[in-house]
């Protein structure tokens, strides 16, 4: 029942804590908030030991909670996720901003009570209470960690002190037995099956582990990922260090040699390549080209994992096969288009649709219900923010492994572009595309990070809408409006569907020109860039008028 109060360190109990936590962040010197904070205790439903108490600023959103839930405690493979606060249920969605965008004073009073459920499967329920207020706001961010459950105590069945490890033995039973660092080697001297015990109500659960470093983001100053799960621990496991670990996310291509690659590709080509080829084709005539160049990608990965990595040729696909590849590599891709983790699953499935209908698949329902049943958990985690997180740091490191000049920019600059090249959804061949691509990057005085590359990608398609007009007034305007959404502090272009973003750019661009007027039944121009971009027009036209509040003072931004 006791924790630890994460600002000085005492003990507390749930008794305790309010007045402790009131007391200690009023000495804290944290910055006092426009409005009080919440104190929000989180609690298992069903194992009160494990606790929690967050102080979490008044405007803070419910996606942060669902975020600092998820890396604290509960986070396994990308699961949905839901709040329930008084009879309204707000779900994790698929695009960043959805239901759970709601903040915090919006929904909560002094003393209000609500649910929490992660993983709708093997489901994880947590209580959540508003036990106080503080006139502070949390140093960083819209969330703090302030109280933490200490671990539970847990007796070593050799020596009876607190055990470290789990040792898992699926003959006994799930629960598995308990050992401290002394005792685990003769109980399990490879360390084969151990596990640390993790301190969160979904200890045991489906894939979870502790992860200390996503944990430590929400604690207060002055802690380390070591104080959480001590390093000495996870080196008895042999678990590899963060670094370690970032090299296992990378796509199993990376791993492998070019001829490695090629080979597995062979395989694809030589046994069911023309089918794939008359695919390609179907896509191009019915979505156009950017569509038909995601669509190689995205199959001929599929395929080649399959056949080279899975050895399993499409006479041998499941269900359960064609799932791991989506979910455990296709989901790695480290980038894409924006429009990518929507489509990927659609793609494969018309893609199997077609192999069926050439007489080459006989169980094409079957894998396209696996491959549909897995699209939420794929799509949540091929969006997942740590992902792109990560990104230029990795470009980064690989970079230096592969012994590029990376204070060069010409050469750090080209290597980027072939990574991109050789791991996204972009169109792989087409070079004058990748020239244009280098030359705008280059032309331009701050290069280099991957915001950037997204502007210009967004500007990109902006182009190849407009070779359709008649002069270059509009592409003009639109090379404004990413210049000026680029220079906005808040980089509202780094967020969001970059496709909606070129659309709604073009559509404002149209707009203002002139050329898009209210019309019963719309304007044609109208439809024609939803058509283009096949982004409905009431998105376009939301997206349009967020885009106001990023522009310096237009005329005639009135509607
Ligand atoms: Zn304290
Ligand atoms: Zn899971
Ligand atoms: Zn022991």
């Keep these: 029942m006791s924790g630890t109060c994460l600002l000085c360190r005492a003990p507390v109990t749930r008794r305790t804590v309010q007045r402790h936590a009131e007391g200690c962040l009023r ?30 600023r008044h405007d803070a959103r419910l996606s942060d909670l669902d975020c600092l839930i998820r890396d604290v405690w509960v986070e396994c493979c990308g699961h949905l996720s839901a709040f329930t606060i008084g009879g309204e249920t707000y779900t994790s969605g698929d695009d960043i901003g959805d239901d759970m965008a709601v903040p915090l004073d919006r929904l909560l009073l002094p003393g209000s009570s609500f649910d929490y459920e992660y993983d709708f499967g093997t489901t994880t329920e947590l209580e959540l209470k508003v036990i106080g207020a503080a006139p502070v706001a949390p140093p960083e961010g819209p969330l703090c960690l302030i109280v933490r459950n200490d671990p539970l105590p847990i007796a070593c069945e050799t020596c009876g002190n607190r055990a470290d490890f789990r040792l898992l ?55 380390s990922a070591e104080d959480i799960v001590p390093e000495d621990l996870q080196e008895m496991l042999g678990i590899a260090s963060q670094s370690d670990l970032e090299d296992d996310l990378l796509p199993a291509e990376d791993q492998m040699s070019d001829a490695e690659v090629r080979s597995m590709m062979d395989a694809v080509d030589s046994d069911i390549g023309e089918e794939v080829a008359r695919f390609i084709g179907e896509e191009q005539a019915a979505h156009g080209e950017i569509f038909a160049s995601m669509a190689e990608e995205t199959v001929l990965s599929f395929c080649t994992f399959l056949y080279g990595l899975y050895r399993r040729d499409i006479r041998k696909w499941d269900a359960p096969v064609v799932r791991r590849c989506l979910l455990e590599e296709m989901v790695q891709n480290p980038i894409f288009p924006d429009e990518w983790p929507k489509n990927a699953v659609p793609i494969l499935c018309r893609f199997l649709a077609h192999m069926s209908a050439a007489g080459r698949l006989q169980n094409a329902a079957e894998l396209i219900g696996a491959l549909k049943g897995a699209e939420p958990v794929f799509r949540k985690a091929a969006t997942s923010p740590e992902k792109y997180h990560d990104l230029s740091r990795r470009l980064l490191e690989r970079a230096r492994d592969e012994g590029v000049d990376v204070k060069d920019r010409n050469s750090m600059l080209d290597f980027i572009l072939r990574e991109v090249t050789a791991m996204a959804g972009m169109d792989p061949d087409a070079e004058e595309y990748l020239g244009e691509l280098k030359e705008m990057v280059l032309g331009n005085a701050a290069v280099l990070d991957i915001e950037h590359l997204r502007a210009e990608m967004i500007l990109l398609r902006c182009e190849e809408f407009c070779s359709r007009l008649e002069d270059d ?32 750019i073009v559509y404002a661009a149209c707009r203002d020109a002139g050329l898009i007027r209210r019309a019963r039944g719309g304007s044609p121009l109208a439809q024609e860039i939803s058509t283009f971009f096949d982004v409905r027009l009431s998105s376009i036209r939301n997206k349009v008028s967020g885009l106001k509040q990023y522009l310096p003072d237009t005329p005639g931004e009135d509607d």
């Design 27 to 56: 000495s804290s010197g944290w910055p006092v908030g426009k409005k009080p904070s919440f104190l929000i205790r989180v609690q298992d439903r069903y194992n009160k030991s494990y606790w929690l108490v967050v102080l979490a």
């Design 169 to 223: 033995d699926y003959s006994k039973g799930a629960s598995g037995s308990f050992f401290c660092r002394e005792c685990i080697t003769s109980a399990d001297p490879d360390l084969e099956s151990a596990e640390i015990i993790e301190n969160s109500p979904r200890s045991g659960v489906c894939g979870y582990a502790e992860d200390p470093v996503a944990a430590i983001r929400w604690y207060p100053p002055g802690w």
């Design 473 to 504: 007034t509009i592409l003009d305007w639109c090379a404004a409006l990413v210049k000026d959404l680029t220079a906005h502090p808040a980089p509202p272009l780094s967020r969001g569907d970059g496709v909606l973003w070129s659309a709604a």
